[in-house]
């Protein structure tokens, strides 16, 4: 027979953390914004590749790319 599961009480003197609100966790403004750059990334990538051929689509990916890193850019110093 095992043992049934094992509740291990708080540490003494440490208070509960804060309950989270609903909603958004707390910072997740960074990862939201870097998530758009990685989808219109995506969508630039797939214009580009639908659309254009050749040296066209290696122009076309690299204005995607240095959108993507200036998007990026933004994300990571704004939060």
Do not use: D, E, K
């Amino acid at each position: 027979m095992t043992p049934g599961p094992v509740v291990v009480p708080p540490a003494p003197g440490l208070p509960p953390g804060p309950a989270m609100a609903p909603g958004q966790r707390p910072g997740r403004g960074r990862a939201n914004a870097i998530a758009v750059c990685n989808q219109q990334q995506a969508n630039c990538a797939n214009r580009c590749n639908r659309r254009t051929y050749g040296q066209s689509r290696n122009f076309c990916n690299n204005q995607c790319n240095a959108q993507f890193v200036n998007c990026t850019t933004r994300a990571n110093t704004r939060f």
